[in-house]
């Protein structure tokens, strides 16, 4: 059987910058064939960046991603790589976007695969699957191709294939089995969500089985915009045995050595039901390796681990792609705020960030101890900004009461917050979770008020289990934990009056997530949460305080995803909406 050297490129591209991810492409491409391999394959949308959503739409984007790809082709074979086959993801168009009068159906904007091979575009593929659940509008953007390109190498049929084909059974790895391909290629562009990794390697199993092939799945890592891709790319048997795996949330270049069956002379091609079958062949590649390579399984990680990597990689890129130099964010002492800070530290080191203490008569000295307390622990940059004077200034000139003083010390921090970020530049984050902006608890304007949330899609009880894990991490390895057990163990409160607790408003944190993950994530209905054992009373009020808060969730910052549905690109409401479910009478 021949043997082929495979290397999966798990990167981070950047959305729109094209000749920055081409150079990419051409580094890591090096670092491929150094390691012998004679196929190279790069993520989804590789040259253009995954999702590029409505720039889908530009004449002038599509042809810049046309151009660069055929740049790319030519800068590999100056670079010495031409005979290396190169696998890579860009956006490509055979007519106008079905916006136009003039569009067809079978033609238009495509997300695309290219096999570079000897300075030219020697190969393309249309992905056939195109997802329109969730995060993903791709029948918005994209036509489906009908034809599976099979590329003949080193003696191996090779089918390629994006993302969403891997996914759905039949079409491509259906019709790869009647090819009689010996490797299928799939370029993925999946975003993460908790477990997801758990759920990757029985479908990357299974497709195996279905095309009677070796599946080499490679998927990008990195953060964008409320987005973060964990890698795990991996190689899979035909017989769906796990041969090799990347870790996650890291760049990685997975090698490994496959040994496949020769490509049968007679195979078929054309209409092959479903999918035609296109069929080329290249020469010459590198030599065949004469010594095994394996790329090896990378060890699991627990799902705080993984939840906390994802949330620090999601806020590092989002600085490092939109050039921001530093962060800051109000820190009460509080676990949110105490949460964020620990990951924005992990993600940016502490000289880059600010954690701004903004006491008002109400906050309580063990809270103000405890920023003190966080602050020297991480050693970020900490100041003290009391608010009451200008707290005081407002009450003296406006007679307000009850929950109007309330939120107006909550908006007079947010100005103190955007007052510095327009003075020094730094991004501000927000810091409230998932389960405060489900149910509206936060102030308008005060307390929501930043550019990135990283707690957006954490709920309550999971910030508590992240900062349980990350301080049992820091003490493993050997290093200062960085947030005070009474952070941890005090009662939540917004301390915006006397004697203030979270409870005062809302359910137990453990009863609120779970009513809170039936209906936002599950889509569940009254009746359905009544059944899971949760009381009338409370679902009702939780309900209630859900749909009508949808107004302040559409003005919320960004935040990374790590739930199966996240608000805003993945749970979408009218703000306008008198459906309430329906309640006994």
């Keep these: 059987m021949p043997t082929l050297r495979l290397a999966l490129a798990q990167v981070n591209p950047t959305v729109g910058d094209l000749s920055g991810n081409a150079a990419v492409v051409r580094e890591w491409s090096r670092a491929a064939a150094g390691s012998g391999a004679q196929l190279v394959a790069f993520p989804e949308m590789m040259l253009t960046g995954y999702p590029v959503e409505d720039l889908v739409f530009r004449e002038s984007f599509v042809a810049a991603s046309r151009a660069a790809l ?7 074979a100056a670079d010495g790589l031409g005979e290396v086959a190169v696998v890579v993801g860009y956006l490509d168009a ?162 490994h050595d496959v040994d496949l069956p020769e490509a049968a002379p007679d195979a078929p ?37 993984e939840v906390w990597q994802a949330l620090v990689l999601g806020l590092r890129d989002y600085v490092r792609k939109n050039g921001f130099r530093s962060v800051a964010l109000g820190l009460s002492g509080g676990i949110d705020s105490s949460v964020v800070a620990a990951i924005a530290v992990d993600a940016l080191g502490p ?38 004077p200008m707290v005081d200034a407002f009450l003296a000139n406006m007679s307000l009461s009850g929950m109007a003083v309330e939120n107006l010390q909550a908006r007079v921090r947010g100005v103190i917050l955007m007052a510095l970020s327009n003075q020094e530049g730094h991004l501000v984050l927000t810091t409230g979770n998932k389960s405060e902006l489900a149910v509206g608890y936060s102030t308008l304007y005060g307390d929501s008020v930043g550019g990135f949330n990283p707690l957006k899609d954490v709920p309550k009880t ?20 960085p947030i005070p057990d009474s952070a941890i163990s005090k009662p939540p409160s917004a301390e915006l009056r006397p004697g203030q607790l979270d409870t005062d408003s809302l359910p137990d944190y453990r009863e609120l997530d779970a009513i809170l993950i039936g209906y936002v994530d599950g889509d569940r209905g009254r009746d359905d949460l009544i059944a899971e054992g949760h009381d ?50």
């Design 70 to 76: 055929d740049r790319l082709a030519t800068d590999l």
């Design 94 to 255: 055979d007519g106008p976007a079905r916006i136009s009068s003039e569009a067809e159906a079978d033609r238009g904007p495509r997300d695309a695969l290219a096999l570079l091979h000897g300075g030219r575009v020697a190969a393309r593929y249309y992905k056939h699957h195109l997802p329109n659940y969730g995060v993903f509008d791709e029948d918005r953007y994209f036509v489906p191709g009908d034809v599976l390109t099979v590329v003949r190498l080193a003696g191996v049929d090779v089918a390629l294939t994006v993302c969403e084909d891997i996914w759905q059974a039949g079409g491509p790895f259906a019709i790869a089995r009647a090819a009689r391909v010996g490797l299928v290629v799939n370029i993925n562009g999946s975003p993460y969500e908790l477990d997801k990794d758990d759920v990757r390697l029985p479908l990357v199993a299974r497709r195996a089985r279905e095309a009677d092939a070796v599946v080499a799945y490679v998927n990008m890592v990195g953060g964008q915009d409320e987005l973060v891709f964990d890698g795990d790319s991996m190689v899979v048997a035909a017989d769906g045995t796990l041969l090799s795996r990347a870790p996650q949330f890291a760049e990685h270049l997975l090698v």
């Design 269 to 305: 091609e054309g209409d092959l039901g479903e999918m035609r079958v296109r069929r080329l062949a290249l020469d010459p590649l590198p030599p065949a390796p004469t010594t095994l390579v394996e790329g090896g399984v990378a060890e699991r990680v627990t799902d705080e681990a």
């Design 351 to 388: 000289e880059r960030v600010v954690g701004v203490s903004m006491p008002s008569q109400y906050s309580s000295g063990h809270s103000r101890d405890d920023a003190a307390d966080l602050a020297k622990r991480t050693g970020l940059d900490y100041r003290i900004e009391p608010i009451q």
């Design 462 to 481: 999971m910030v508590w289990a992240l900062a349980r894990w990350r301080n049992a991490e820091a003490e493993r390895r050997g290093t200062e934990p």
């Design 536 to 585: 009338p009373a409370v679902i009702d009020k939780v309900l209630r305080m859900v749909d009508t808060a949808e107004y302040k969730r559409r003005q919320s910052a960004p935040g990374t995803k790590i739930s199966m549905k996240a608000f805003g690109r993945d749970r979408r409401l009218p703000i306008t909406n008198r459906w309430r479910e329906p309640a006994d009478q």
